[in-house]
């Protein structure tokens, strides 16, 4: 009875080695083509970002999820993450300004292309610090010799000279924020003045200590924008929805 001989050692070995390089190769191809997809959609993004918004400086966007190949792919990446530093809008400057970006329509087409002439996002969450330093360099701008400072959740001290008949006098006010159209409106709610006040003279000092604090350094529309006293400054935190960058 005769057996067929087995087949040679080193064959055996030529076909195994074959296959995992097979393997690495389609997983090296694989990596850079995701490599490619998230450098080359963070790019488009990060254009279109800028030139929707007029931004000096480029923000930092990243593209989060599951493999950002298959999101390239179909045209629409789930999570994106956008860090813009400071932005500036005439007297007004935010700082820390970051927004997360979900449901971002980027084409396949305008990702090779390196283009994109519109991005549609679904829902954008911005947050952003207003610095009591920034707060008090705005109200400078405006004529009002004031400063800020926290005195609760929701409420600010305001301190110094304001112009009132019979002159300048040293005033202070605990004030409400509270965001309304687009901006913060900053409303007193206690005057503390050295003697007491007609009631003029008391309108006319809470006129001036009410006034607002425009938000058009914030990247996107504002749907829904909250704000909270914090130790280092206003933080603000702004949503929306339906958001189309570019032209």
């Not at 995701?34 to 959609?41: D, F, I, M, V």
């Not at 990243?62 to 993450?81: E, F």
């Not at 003029?200 to 604090?213: A, C, D, G, M």
């Amino acid at each position: 009875m005769s057996t067929d001989p087995a087949p040679p050692v080193h064959g055996r070995r030529a076909t195994v080695a074959l296959a995992l390089t097979v393997v690495l190769g389609t997983a090296l191809l694989l990596s850079g083509a995701e490599w490619l997809a998230r450098a080359g959609a963070e790019s488009v993004l990060s254009r279109a970002l800028q030139e929707r918004t007029g931004v000096l400086d480029r923000p930092t966007v990243q593209v989060h999820g599951g493999p950002v190949l298959l999101q390239a792919l179909r045209g629409r990446y789930d999570d994106v993450a956008v860090d813009s530093g400071a932005v500036s809008s005439g007297p007004v400057r935010l700082r820390d300004v970051e927004a997360e970006l979900s449901g971002v329509y980027l084409s396949w087409h305008d990702l090779l292309d390196g283009n994109a002439d519109e991005v549609y996002v679904e829902g954008t969450v911005e947050n952003a610090l207003l610095t009591y330093d920034d707060l008090d360099r705005y109200l400078s701008f405006t004529g009002r010799r004031l400063d800020a400072e926290p005195a609760g959740e929701r409420q600010l001290r305001l301190t110094g000279a304001v112009d009132a008949p019979g002159g300048v006098r040293a005033v202070s006010a605990l004030a409400e924020v509270a965001p309304e159209a687009g901006a913060l409106l900053v409303r007193p709610t206690r005057l503390d003045t050295p003697a007491a006040q007609s009631g003029i003279e008391e309108l006319l000092l809470r006129q001036r200590f009410t006034f607002p604090v425009p938000l058009d350094p914030l990247l996107f529309e504002q749907g829904d924008v909250g704000v909270v006293v914090r130790p280092d400054g206003l933080g603000i935190r702004a949503s929306g929805t339906g958001v189309v960058l570019g032209s």
